[in-house]
């Protein structure tokens, strides 16, 4: 009974062993990080579903925040409930840093030029939209 309790024991160690990654037979994978051409960096970007998007309506059109909110969440992103904002002339997508790949490609998707991505600097374009990564303020252009 003893010798096949040591039998045992030893086999299942070299199956343990040959199917460990430290083995030198199998090869060892490292996990890939993902880089963005739009931002023109080396730095790894979250997914979209984790990017916090505030559109707010700056137009006199009913529920434009709303169709534009829903067409991004369609899309991934991690929308927060529709605002009215200030009057805008145009759409300007504000992004914190680390977010200008994600606000450029927001303005793609919506769309509007990427002339319209600006960094949201010290003041809040929208009350209560400090701590979001990208405030999306639709001007007029958003409604064609």
């Known amino acids: 009974m003893l ?3 040591v039998l045992f024991v030893g086999a299942t160690f070299l199956a343990l062993r040959a199917h460990s990654p430290t083995h030198p037979s199998t090869p060892t994978t490292r996990p890939k990080t993902t880089t963005t051409t ?3 960096s080396s730095s790894t970007t979250v997914p979209k579903s984790q ?3 505030q559109v707010a309506n700056g137009t006199t059109v009913t529920g434009l925040a709303g169709t534009i909110t829903t067409k991004l969440q369609l899309l991934g992103w991690n ?3 529709r605002l009215n904002g200030p009057a805008q002339t145009a759409t300007v997508v ?3 840093p680390g977010f200008l790949w994600a606000a450029q490609e927001i303005a793609s998707e919506i769309p509007v030029p990427q ?3 600006k960094p949201i600097g010290a003041v809040t374009p ?3 939209a400090a701590g979001d990564d990208i405030v999306v303020l639709l001007g007029p252009d958003a409604a064609g």
């Open 3 to 5: 010798i096949i309790l």
């Open 38 to 40: 739009a931002a023109k």
């Open 51 to 53: 990017v916090s998007v």
């Open 79 to 81: 929308t927060l409930p």
């Open 94 to 96: 504000y992004y914190h």
């Open 115 to 117: 002339t319209a991505v």
């Open 126 to 128: 929208v009350s209560g």
